[in-house]
Every structure is written in structure tokens, then in C-alpha cells.
């Protein structure tokens, strides 16, 4: 019933940068913590950045300086722009969204398909 549809992921040379969109549909009462991890082959799934209704923001220590989150609530959107990337940042790319479906729901955890990065000359 909830779908978080990703877009922006590629291809681009070290040093580069890229912007990821994340923007939830369905049946959406509200969104609390939205947010981005990763997961690059052979890796686990890592946290990347989260960021609050409020706009508080908190990111992985390596990507911080480089990456930044933002949301804009009125579009219930969720953006990653990534800077200076590297190849480690290698990884594909999933967008999450901590959403409650109705006002006598509690918030549940949503996931993207994901979108691939790939950092390489």
C-alpha cells in the first residue's frame, strides 16, 4: 500500500556528484524519519543519513562532509545530494520511510527497490 519510488542513481567519475529522490505514495497518513542506506557486494546494509520531520539530520561517519539530506514535507520527498564521491560509495542506494497509514496506525517501516551508484573512472 506504500511505495517509495527512487530516481537520480548512475554512473559518474571519482570526485563527482550525484542527487537521489525519494518520493513516497499510497496510503500515507504521515512520515516521520525518512532516511538512506546502502549496501555495496559483498557488503552488509549500512545506514547513510536519516533526517526528521523537523529536519534534523544525522549521517554515517563516512559520508559525512560529503553527502547531505534534505526532505521537503509538503512533497513528502526525500533527497540525498552526494559530493566528492568515491568508488567505495559503490553501493545501491535504498530509501526508507518511517510511515504511519492512518491516525490510529503506529509508524512502519517502508523501503525502496533501491537505485545503483556506481562511482568509477
Known amino acids: 500500500q506504500v511505495q517509495l519510488v527512487e530516481s537520480g542513481g548512475g554512473l559518474v567519475q571519482p570526485g563527482g556528484s550525484l542527487r537521489l529522490s525519494c518520493t513516497p505514495s499510497?496510503?500515507?497518513?504521515?512520515?516521520?524519519?525518512m532516511g538512506w542506506s546502502r549496501q555495496a557486494p559483498g557488503k552488509e546494509r549500512e545506514s547513510v543519513a536519516g533526517?526528521?520531520?523537523?529536519?534534523?539530520?544525522q549521517y554515517a561517519d563516512s559520508v559525512k562532509g560529503r553527502f547531505t539530506i534534505s526532505r521537503d514535507n509538503a512533497k513528502n520527498t526525500v533527497y540525498l545530494q552526494m559530493s566528492s564521491l568515491k568508488p567505495e560509495d559503490t553501493a545501491v542506494y535504498f530509501c526508507?520511510?518511517?510511515?504511519?497509514?492512518?491516525?490510529?496506525?503506529?509508524?512502519?517501516?517502508?523501503w525502496g527497490q533501491g537505485t545503483q551508484v556506481t562511482v568509477s573512472s
Open positions: 533526517i526528521t520531520s523537523g529536519g534534523s539530520t
Open positions: 499510497g496510503s500515507i497518513f504521515s512520515i516521520n524519519v
Open positions: 526508507r520511510a518511517h510511515v504511519a497509514r492512518s491516525d490510529d496506525e503506529s509508524y512502519s517501516d517502508y
